[in-house]
T-cell receptor, first 113, second 114 residues
Framework: DVKVTQSSRYLVKRTGEKVFLECVQD?????MFWYRQDPGLGLRLIYF???????EKGDIPEGYSVSREKKERFSLILESASTNQTSMYLC????????????FGPGTRLTVT | SQELEQSPQSLIVQEGKNLTINCTSS?????LYWYKQKYGEGLIFLMM?????EEKSHEKITAKLDEKKQQSSLHITASQPSHAGIYLC??????????????FGPGTSLSVIP
């Protein structure tokens, strides 16, 4: 069965802290994505990776960076967390570009105080 | 840039009633996805439509893509509490590197009252 896991369901951090969100998939998928979801705005793409060590900016990359050292793991990094980064963060993976289905993790609800 | 709108924003229906959710694109859709999200959780893929006039069904959920490929509707027949959640439409966007990404609509929140 397909599985995407995220390191935490809920996270509370202070302004200025460095935050790591981890995502792991067990399907040998090439592509992985990080989205944030906010009420009224839907899902917005932060970064994606189409292969190991490859990354590309999405629509809202400012304030974030990513790392993909291994195929199964895609990390989202908030270098210095700010209150406007309080959101639901969703990770997804897909077999390869051009395939239909993205598999989503359960999400991490991050609160920055 | 392409944008997706969904209507209604939220919906409350009595169990057993039928309902329709709409997704409208500002540009021609090359691939339209429907996802369901249970509150506070990740997204579950429902179905994808690509051809104008295409219709697909999954259990009691039917989705259609209009002939002009700019609007899709999701119809639920005889709704049940298990249908409650947020329904999101997504559109495939093709980039010059041949890599495609998906943009999402804002979502429609559905509540089903027993």
């Amino acid at each position: 069965d397909v599985k995407v896991t995220q390191s935490s369901r809920y996270l509370v951090k202070r302004t200025g802290e460095k935050v790591f969100l981890e995502c792991v998939q067990d399907m040998d998928h090439e592509n992985m994505f990080w989205y944030r979801q906010d009420p009224g705005l839907g899902l917005r793409l932060i970064y994606f990776s189409y292969d190991v060590k490859m990354k590309e900016k999405g629509d809202i990359p400012e304030g974030y960076s990513v790392s993909r050292e291994k195929k199964e793991r895609f990390s989202l990094i908030l270098e210095s967390a700010s209150t406007n980064q309080t959101s639901m963060y969703l990770c997804a993976s897909r077999r390869r570009a051009g395939t239909v289905e993205q598999y989503f993790g359960p999400g991490t609800r991050l609160t920055v105080t | 840039s392409q944008e997706l709108e969904q209507s209604p924003q939220s919906l409350i229906v009595q169990e057993g009633k039928n309902l329709t959710i709409n997704c409208t694109s500002s540009k021609t859709l090359y691939g339209l996805y429907w996802y369901k999200q249970k509150y506070g959780e990740g997204l579950i893929f429902l179905m994808m439509l690509q051809k104008g006039g295409e219709e697909k069904s999954h259990e009691k959920i039917t989705a259609k893509l209009d002939e002009k490929k700019q609007q899709s509707s999701l119809h639920i027949t005889a709704s049940q509490p298990s249908h409650a959640g947020i329904y999101l439409c997504g559109a495939a966007q093709f980039r010059k590197t041949s890599y495609d990404k998906v943009i999402f609509g804002p979502g429609t929140s559905l509540s089903v009252i027993p």
